[in-house]
DNA sequence: GGGTTTGTTCAAATTGAATTGAACAATCCA
DNA sequence: TGGATTGTTCAATTCAATTTGAACAAACCC
């Protein structure tokens, strides 16, 4: 019944626990670790901005992956510093981007775009390597393989932006 | 020099690898294992069907990789058996089912409905939770919040459905 | 029935990615 | 300068997902 040691507050209540579960869930289908939703999700059910320390606290993660999580979250502009915290505070707290426009941006920036470009790539080496092919009937077959490798790319590519888009409302 | 001890060809050629590479890494981006995109991508390549023990001696994967593998492909609608194959043949032969649509709409239906369906009924629960908040302000705050991932979940299900429809051509 | 070929299942081993934690910077304050 | 606070880095550990392999089922043939 007594608060903790400290004045901090501890433990996650259920609705907060509901909500981390809900985005560790989310993003693992995203293929991202699970530290990543849980500081997301308590950033985002939290009314008030929180610290580094405040995530290791509440969610017992070490200060390693509450540190490398933040700076994930921070290059997909997932959560941002919160400014103006206060005169003479040295601490620095961030608050979650809720616009979902700008985190399908950020994941699409981050996470997806590289892939596709180093897809490319590779499938232009292919594109070489297929049309050296001595036998005509099985270059012809894996030239037409190829093309439609190139196909699926470029409709990657097309369906990107407009995904982005729609989700921006 | 000499072929194999027995007479199926073993080992993939340099192409064939090349290919298989860049389906392992298409398909870790959208979370599955590796076995995944070692099989279809041989399958892409192969201009003849293939049996499981083709796979499984030329991608050196245990008979259960390859089992499972097949499994969850077909699943996807991303292999099919190959029909006609030939006149006593009990051993059943498996190639790629290789229209964009196709493909897409097995991983949506099978890989990504699921989850969405699931989150929206996680959602509906915390909406409840957060409704029976005490305090009005935190309440008003955490409905807000709550609204907000609702929303996201309505524009996933609007996306998906455009997806399939833009990459039918 | 026995024997062979084809494919599935699942507990155990393996592997690779995430997490930890301790050492290390950097900044501030007295 | 020394000590306190805040945050980062990275090698070692832990953990979860995948893969293996051996036992099992099913279908076929003699």
Redesign the pocket.
Known sequence: MTPPPDGASNELDPLERQVVGIFVDGV?VL??????G?IYGLLFVSRAPL???DLVLRL????????????LLKSLGAVREADGNGN??????YEPAVELKRLVGGFIREQVRPHLESGKTKIRHLSETAGAVEDPDQRKFLCDRVDRLEQWMRSGGRVLPLLQKILGQ
């Open positions: 693992r293929g991202l670790p699970r530290s990543i849980e610290s580094l320390d017992k993660i070490s200060k390693g992956s509450a540190s490398q999580g933040l700076r003479g505070e040295r601490r620095t707290y």
